[in-house]
């Protein structure tokens, strides 16, 4: 249980291009989803807090315009990277929680790669 | 500002062996504990959790916690190459809405 899918798994693209990437749970309903950023050798880092319905919380640092999240639903969020260039190539990686205080599911992750 | 704390290794252990990580925390409020493992170029897979001081088995893994300490550590016994990992230590500030604070990890290499 506790499955968390997250397409694409890798995106190469122009700068310039936006990008969408997708965060569903197969098997349960997702009361919150996080969207983390990973580089190389280094921790995750909280991009920002989506909860269902309601507009997404950001972590100080991040721009909300080019960092688009929308919760349509209990079973999926999405990321778009507008606008995207070279330093926005990272790991996107999604994770999901059904009740509060239970874990966080992460999904496979996103190697995402601005040229 | 939240620190979690963890050595970054690598840490080598026999095959066979037990593997101790250990994380400290900066957050006396901090309410739960986890400990995720990540291959190399994947994303965090869940070990452990625990929320309560003591211990906690789950097969070959044991997770201890001492809130007085801010300590929290994870046990992997009869060590496999395959437990090649980095091993993430994450806390969890119920106050700031199931956020969750990440040390570095702390990469573990099992020998043969």
């Known amino acids: 249980g506790a499955v968390v899918s997250q397409h694409p798994s890798r995106v190469i693209c122009k700068s310039g291009t936006s990008v969408k990437i997708e965060c569903r749970s197969l098997?349960?309903?997702?009361?919150?989803m996080f969207w983390y950023r990973q580089f190389p050798k280094q921790s995750l880092m909280l991009m920002a807090t989506s909860n269902e319905g309601s507009k997404a919380t950001y972590e100080q640092g991040v721009e909300k315009d080019k960092f688009l999240i929308n919760h349509a639903s209990l079973t999926l969020s999405t990321l778009t990277v507008t606008s995207a260039h070279p330093e926005d190539s990272s790991f996107y990686i999604c994770?999901?929680?059904?009740?509060?205080?239970?874990?966080?599911?992460f999904g496979d992750g996103t190697r995402l790669s601005i040229l | 500002q939240k620190e979690v704390e963890q050595n970054s290794g690598p840490l080598s252990v026999p095959e066979g062996a037990i593997a101790s990580l250990n994380c400290t925390y900066s957050d006396r409020g901090s309410q739960s504990f986890f400990w995720y493992r990540q291959y190399s170029g994947k994303s965090p897979e869940l070990i452990m959790f625990i929320y309560s001081n003591g211990d906690k088995e789950d097969g070959r893994f044991t997770a201890q916690l001492n809130k007085a300490s801010q300590y929290v550590s994870l046990l992997i016994r009869d060590s496999q190459p395959s437990d090649s990992a980095t091993y993430l230590c994450?806390?969890?500030?119920?106050?700031?809405?199931?956020?969750?604070?990440f040390g570095t990890g702390t990469q573990l290499k099992v020998e043969l």
């Open positions: 994450a806390v969890n500030d119920k106050g700031g809405g199931n956020k969750l604070t």
């Open positions: 994770s999901a929680i059904s009740l509060i205080d239970q874990p966080q599911h």
């Open positions: 098997d349960f309903q997702a009361t919150t």
